[in-house]
């Protein structure tokens, strides 16, 4: 089994920087893919970024793109979302995702395992 924890969240200002981590444990070797996703109030779960664990290969959404970076620690599975430049468009809960088998997704149902999700709120 696999458990992911999220933390990091929190209020800021537009235009402020703010990093999520999740840590992830347990059976972790067999993870082939992780991402970020967020939901805001009233909307669907969207993609913000994945990363292949091995290669450090990344993808990011269009609206992230630039501003947000996904990277994983060289010492164990924790994984990293730096967000800068932030705007009250990205205020949503933030959710780390994992899965076993397969790439870099950006379908939430390709995802086998998950955090419980962080609280991003941009506003000034």
């Known amino acids: 089994q696999v458990q992911l924890v999220e933390s990091g969240g929190g209020q800021v200002q537009p235009g402020d920087s703010l990093r999520l981590s999740c840590a992830i444990s347990g059976r972790a070797f067999v993870l082939t893919a992780m991402a970020w996703f967020r939901q805001a109030p009233e909307k669907d779960r969207e993609f913000v970024g994945a990363?292949?664990?091995?290669?450090?290969?990344?993808s990011y959404a269009d609206s992230v793109k630039g501003r947000f970076t996904i990277s994983r620690s060289n010492t164990d599975y924790t994984v990293y979302l730096q967000m800068d430049s932030l705007n009250p468009e990205d205020t949503a809960v933030y959710y780390c995702?994992?899965?076993?088998?397969?790439?870099?997704?950006?379908?939430?149902?390709?995802?086998?395992?998950w955090g419980q999700g962080t609280q991003v709120t941009v506003s000034s």
């Open positions: 995702a994992a899965r076993r088998g397969g790439g870099a997704s950006r379908r939430d149902g390709d995802y086998d395992f």
């Open positions: 990363l292949l664990p091995n290669s450090r290969y990344t």
